[in-house]
Structure formats: structure tokens, C-alpha cells
Nanobody
Framework: QVQLVESGGGLVQPGGSLRLSCAAS????????MRWYRQAPGKQRESVAT???????NYADSVKGRFTISRDNAKNTVYLQMNSLKPEDTAVYYC?????????????????WGQGTQVTVSS
């Protein structure tokens, strides 16, 4: 069984920065796409940033130029550097990944979610 564990959330003032990390553990051959989502109170979960295994990235318009997604394939870890934070960035941030893992019937790709980490931007 694969687990994704996020860390790095917290309380930050507007204009500040935070760096989120999400480490995958368990029986893993490799990880394809890795993503960050967020969900604010009373709102639907939305995609924030994605990164392919090869490093191609994509961002929501609301975070372009302020957030940077990156990954370390050797550590099965994805990061989200968040700069110039705004109150509207306040949300629970979740990581998501497509993991190729061993099974008795051979390798398969499964999608996993982390438990989420709270980011609060407030003065």
C-alpha cells in the first residue's frame, strides 16, 4: 500500500511564503503525474499545479507566477513553493499521484491522495 504524506502547511501573513512537501512511501516502481489540489471552506476542490514524471508543469491561472511545483523522483517527493501568498490561497492543500506499484498480477497504476495540510494566509 502506498501512502502520500504532506507537510509544510501553516499560518503565514499575506505576501509571505510557504513550501509544501509530499512524500510517497510504500512499494513503488515509479510515479507518473504528481499534483497539488486545494479546497477552501464551502468550495469545491480545485487543481493548483501538476508535474509530469519528466518535469513538465502546469498551473492554475490563479497561482501562475507565484507558485512553483517541482519533484525529486529519487525521493518520490513533490514540492509546492508558494510565494506572494494571498488570503484567497487559504485552503487545505492535498497532493495526488499516479503510482506504478507491484501487485501479484503484475505492475499496475493507482491514484493516491494525501491527507491534506492546512494553509492559512492571514494578518
Amino acid at each position: 500500500q502506498v501512502q502520500l504524506v504532506e507537510s509544510g502547511g501553516g499560518l503565514v501573513q499575506p505576501g509571505g511564503s510557504l513550501r509544501l512537501s509530499c512524500a510517497a512511501s510504500g512499494s513503488i516502481f515509479n510515479i507518473y503525474g504528481m499534483r497539488w489540489y486545494r479546497q477552501a471552506p464551502g468550495k469545491q476542490r480545485e487543481s493548483v499545479a501538476t508535474i509530469t514524471e519528466g518535469g513538465t508543469t502546469n498551473y492554475a491561472d490563479s497561482v501562475k507566477g507565484r507558485f512553483t511545483i517541482s519533484r525529486d523522483n529519487a525521493k518520490n517527493t513533490v514540492y509546492l513553493q508558494m510565494n506572494s501568498l494571498k488570503p484567497e490561497d487559504t485552503a487545505v492543500y492535498y497532493c495526488n499521484a499516479d503510482v506504478r506499484e507491484p501487485t501479484p498480477r503484475g505492475p499496475k497504476v493507482s491514484n493516491y491522495w494525501g491527507q491534506g495540510t492546512q494553509v492559512t494566509v492571514s494578518s
